[in-house]
T-cell receptor, first 110, second 116 residues
Framework: GQQVMQIPQYQHVQEGEDFTTYCNSS?????IQWYKQRPGGHPVFLIQ?????EVKKQKRLTFQFGEAKKNSSLHITATQTTDVGTYFC??????????FGTGTRLKVLA | DTGVSQNPRHKITKRGQNVTFRCDPI?????LYWYRQTLGQGPEFLTY????????KSRLLSDRFSAERPKGSFSTLEIQRTEQGDSAMYLC??????????????FGPGTRLTVL
């Protein structure tokens, strides 16, 4: 079945450093979503990417969707302590069944 | 608060008992999802509804799990004969669906199940 993997599993950065998480799907995706989950909280939607090669920015966050629509990345510039949490990608192919990635847990050291 | 509510927030039960969880989605949303999340893992798809129709159910889900969405409004997830491996956070999410390609899922706070 469809699998979505993320790397790295954990990332510790100093405040002000950049951070990137990568998402890879075993199948071609119709679209991909990114979510952030704070410790003890529920996933919160960040963005959706639909087009091959699409790049979207939200302030310090940059999201990319690969040309083959099988991979994606999230890059945070100059991390802040408020960026702490686990970042998940969720891909869908064909139906509306979203498969979440394994997540990357980000810790930001002040 | 996303507008999606789940009850109860916590449930402790003994192995072998049945449990039922409820999700109230955002009222105008026609799609509703159930996920299960264990510590350190991403949400695992269980099933989803479009209005009252259950369109897909995970093959990983045993027959002990059943979900309903009568009248296309709230939904219930029932687990029969609970096992310790069922201990997890059960999340509900809804989104508007339709022609829009913007399918933001709004998650509820979840129901944490502990099976003793």
């Amino acid at each position: 079945g469809q699998q979505v993997m993320q790397i790295p599993q954990y990332q510790h950065v100093q405040e002000g450093e950049d951070f990137t998480t990568y998402c890879n799907s075993s199948t071609t995706l119709s679209n991909i979503q990114w979510y952030k989950q704070r410790p003890g909280g529920h996933p919160v939607f960040l963005i959706q990417l639909v087009k091959s090669g699409e790049v979207k920015k939200q302030k310090r966050l940059t999201f990319q969707f690969g040309e083959a629509k099988k991979n994606s990345s999230l890059h945070i510039t100059a991390t802040q302590t408020t960026d702490v949490g686990t970042y998940f990608c969720a891909g869908v192919s064909g139906t509306y069944k979203y498969i979440f990635g394994t997540g990357t847990r980000l810790k930001v050291l002040a | 608060d996303t507008g999606v509510s789940q009850n109860p927030r916590h449930k402790i039960t003994k192995r072998g008992q049945n449990v039922t969880f409820r999700c109230d989605p955002i009222s105008e949303h026609n799609r509703l999802y159930w996920y299960r999340q264990t510590l350190g893992q991403g949400p695992e798809f269980l099933t989803y509804f479009q209005n009252e129709a259950q369109l897909e159910k995970s093959r990983l889900l045993s027959d002990r799990f059943s979900a309903e969405r009568p009248k296309g409004s709230f939904s219930t997830l029932e687990i029969q004969r609970t096992e310790q491996g069922d201990s997890a956070m059960y999340l509900c999410a809804s989104f508007a669906g339709g022609r829009s390609s913007y399918n933001e899922q709004f998650f509820g706070p979840g129901t944490r199940l502990t099976v003793l």
